[in-house]
């Protein structure tokens, strides 16, 4: 069964820190880009981070610019979005998803991750919740 698991979730004060982990099972992602989304309470779905199956490429939300970091470990089969200096706007879940790219264009595979659009990924986790409040 293919599977994404988000961990790491949880409450921050403001000004804290949270890294976020997504763990595949039944699929390896080493031919997968990868894009962590968030959710906020009657607010539509964005995307945060995206990242290249190489991780050559990044794509950051202007909203976490400097704040958040995207990286992927293959050999462990986990992606990770550390995020520093949280607001009490990043509230919302967080998902990551996963898109196969290795049988795609270059030029597919470049698009995928700058525009980080939700619509362009297949498998989803199924979310954590990340509030940061005093």
């Known amino acids: 069964q293919l599977q994404l698991v988000e961990s790491g979730g949880g409450l921050v004060q403001p000004g804290g820190s949270l890294r976020l982990s997504c763990a595949a099972s039944?699929?390896?992602?080493?031919?997968?880009?990868i894009g962590w989304f968030r959710q906020a309470p009657g607010k539509e779905r964005e995307g945060v981070s995206c990242?290249?199956?190489?991780?050559?490429?990044?794509y950051y939300a202007d909203s976490v610019k400097g704040r958040f970091t995207v990286s992927r470990d293959n050999a462990k089969n986990t992606a990770y979005l550390q995020m520093n200096s949280l607001k009490p706007e990043d509230t919302a879940v967080y998902y990551c998803?996963?898109?196969?790219?290795?049988?795609?264009?270059?030029?597919?595979?470049?698009?995928?991750?700058?525009?980080?659009?939700?619509?362009?990924?297949?498998?989803w986790g199924q979310g954590t919740q990340v509030t940061v409040s005093s």
């Open positions: 998803a996963a898109v196969e790219t290795s049988r795609r264009y270059p030029i597919w595979r470049i698009r995928v991750v700058r525009t980080c659009n939700a619509g362009d990924f297949g498998f």
């Open positions: 039944g699929f390896t992602l080493d031919n997968y880009a």
């Open positions: 990242i290249s199956s190489t991780s050559s490429s990044t």
